[in-house]
């Protein structure tokens, strides 16, 4: 009975070693966590119904911006931009896309734009950008989040003479 009790003794202390580890805190746990997201980077770009076939992640953010640059050009090409300005070839325009999947433009200037109106150039932009097709938000962990990019448009054609 003796070796049974110095058995049972034996193996009573050595295992409350496994019950003195410390569990870690909620709040470490979030914030281990959170260091370990990268911010700077979403999980899904924004996208539209013509690139969603597209398994990719790098394709489908070229073709979200082949299509956002297209759709800017030919909405700008119907307007006085090019005339008023004939210098003016490309303008790099700031889109951002928020989690609701609203849409919003804001013209890029050089910083020597004292030769442009920027707010007339701003204006413009803001009354032809409208009426674009739906746009799916940025996601980051299954959570739609607010991206924010630079276009440059190009406003006409190089003549290649």
């Not at 202390?13 to 911010?39: A, H, M, R, T």
């Not at 996208?47 to 909405?75: G, T, Y």
């Not at 490309?90 to 989690?99: C, G, N, Q």
Request: aromatic share 12%; charged share 30%.
């Amino acid at each position: 009975m003796k070796p049974y009790f110095l058995l049972l003794f034996f193996i009573f202390f050595s295992s409350c070693q496994y019950f003195d580890k410390q569990v870690p805190s909620e709040k470490e746990l979030l914030q281990k966590e959170l260091k370990s997201i990268n911010w700077q980077e979403v999980d899904e770009y924004p996208s539209v119904a013509d690139c969603e076939k597209i398994n990719d992640k790098k394709q489908r953010q070229q073709c979200f911006f082949e299509i956002m640059s297209q759709l800017i050009q030919e909405k700008l090409d119907i307007d006085t931009l090019s005339i008023l300005y004939p210098e003016l070839d490309t303008i790099e325009v700031k889109v951002t896309v928020f989690p609701n999947a609203t849409l919003e433009f804001e013209p890029q200037f050089p910083k020597d734009s004292a030769t442009y109106d920027t707010i007339k150039i701003d204006s413009i932009l803001r009354a032809r950008l409208i009426d674009f097709p739906k746009v799916n938000p940025a996601i980051k962990r299954g959570i739609p989040v607010k991206s924010q990019f630079i276009l440059p448009v190009i406003l006409k054609e190089k003549d290649s003479k």
